[in-house]
Nanobody
Framework: QLQLVESGGGLVQPGGSLRLSCAAS????????IGWFRQAPGKEREGVSC????????YYADPVKGRFTISRDNAKNTVYLQMNSLKPEDTAVYYC???????????????WGQGTQVTVSS
């Protein structure tokens, strides 16, 4: 069974940076894509970014383009989300998920981590 564990969340001031990690274990061969999603209180879960291991495709949601960077280390089965120039509206629980296609639609992902809280506040 595939397991995903996020880490790296925390409290940061506006304009600051954080790097989230998503470590995968178990049977990963069927899952080509890892996506990052976030959910703020009272809001629906939204896609942030995804990366494909087979063709290197990467997608970002418009609100994070130019500020967030996704990358993966296949040897470590880990995907990272570098978040720079953080804004209060980036505050949310961030989740990583495994799916067969790289896209920003949460309903297409099969396995999810437990999430890590990111709070951007002065």
């Amino acid at each position: 069974q595939l397991q995903l564990v996020e880490s790296g969340g925390g409290l940061v001031q506006p304009g600051g940076s954080l790097r989230l990690s998503c470590a995968a274990s178990g049977f990963t061969l069927d899952y080509d894509a890892i996506g990052w999603f976030r959910q703020a209180p009272g809001k629906e879960r939204e896609g942030v970014s995804c990366i494909s291991s087979s063709d290197g495709s990467i997608y970002y949601a418009d609100p994070v383009k130019g500020r967030f960077t996704i990358s993966r280390d296949n040897a470590k089965n880990t995907v990272y989300l570098q978040m720079n120039s953080l804004k209060p509206e980036d505050t949310a629980v961030y989740y990583c998920a495994a799916g067969r296609d790289c896209n920003l639609e949460p309903e297409t992902y099969d396995y999810w981590g437990q999430g890590t809280q990111v709070t951007v506040s002065s």
